[in-house]
């Protein structure tokens, strides 16, 4: 077998979130590409791992894949590291990675923390459907126009924010997607000061305003989707039931029109039985 490229996990803050396998894997290539080795060489240090640490980072990515990959082409496993969670996440690596891929090279991914899944398992908004914005822009007028274009997303959000940006950006969202839309904040997570809660747009900019130390550390938003394509859906499904129920039973009706949508038979039952109960 030729060499492997490993894209590795580390904590995003609680060091026992690091899993056995990741620092087998860091003990084990030949070299690790870290996002800023300083970090990096912090968390070697602390589980005794002495693999040699090189650069790769959103400045010098590019220019250094030939180098990375020539190495890797030559026989050299090596690890891909960001200085938190998972790599790739809006860090540096994809060139990386992609190139790898061109050349054939086996890309094994080592699973560990990421904030943006996280965040999402403990804020209590849906999960079964969800996007990952990243962060959005700096400038107030740029970011308006990026969050106008999922105004209407019903699908949940989630971004990354930085600490200084923070309380501009939930004012935007709170003129753009309206006070009473719901939001996950997350700051902090797995470390000392972490802070996880569930509250609409408004009452998030209130918190923020009122304690100084929601305004640091790192911060993840989860956004619940707009609630109108559900609307819709429920329309649309009434007026199928409506039109069946002239002609058919209950039970025949919310059979029917559960294998024609997709919804839960069950689901379109109670909602059939719910509208004859109406007329």
């Not at 560990?112 to 899944?117: L, N, R, S, V």
């Not at 996950?184 to 408004?202: D, Y």
């Amino acid at each position: 077998m030729g060499a492997q490229l490993f894209v590795v996990a580390t904590p995003i803050g609680h060091l026992d979130d690091i899993s056995y396998r990741a620092i087998d894997v860091l003990k084990s290539v030949k070299i690790i590409a870290a996002e800023d080795t300083r970090t990096s060489a912090q968390l070697l240090k602390h589980f005794n791992i002495s693999t040699p640490l090189t650069a790769c980072h959103e400045h010098n990515e590019s220019n250094k894949i030939d180098q990375l990959i020539e190495r890797l082409l030559n026989g050299e496993d090596m690890a891909l590291i960001s200085d938190a969670g998972t790599p790739l996440i809006s860090d540096p690596g994809f060139k990386l990675v992609r190139a790898a891929q061109e050349k054939n090279i086996r890309v094994i991914p080592v699973p560990g923390a990421c904030a943006a899944i996280a965040a999402l398992s403990a804020v209590g908004l849906p999960s079964d459907r969800f996007s990952f914005e990243g962060f959005l822009p700096s400038k107030s007028s740029q970011r308006i126009i990026g969050l106008e274009k999922l105004k209407d997303e019903t699908q949940t959000m989630i971004f990354y924010e930085a600490p200084h940006r923070i309380l501009d950006s939930v004012k935007d969202m709170t003129h753009v997607f309206g006070a009473d839309r719901p939001v996950g904040f997350a700051r902090e997570i797995t470390k000392t000061f972490e802070t996880i809660k569930k509250m609409t747009l408004g009452e998030l900019v209130d918190f923020i305003e009122n304690d100084h130390n929601q305004q640091k550390g790192e911060i993840v938003l989860v956004v619940g989707g707009s609630i109108q394509e559900k609307d819709m859906e429920q329309e649309k499904l009434d007026q199928l039931l409506t039109r069946l129920l002239q002609d058919l039973s209950v039970k025949a009706a919310s059979q029917l029109a559960a294998d024609l949508t997709g919804i839960k038979k069950k689901i379109a039952y109670q909602r059939a039985l719910e509208l004859t109960q109406q007329d």
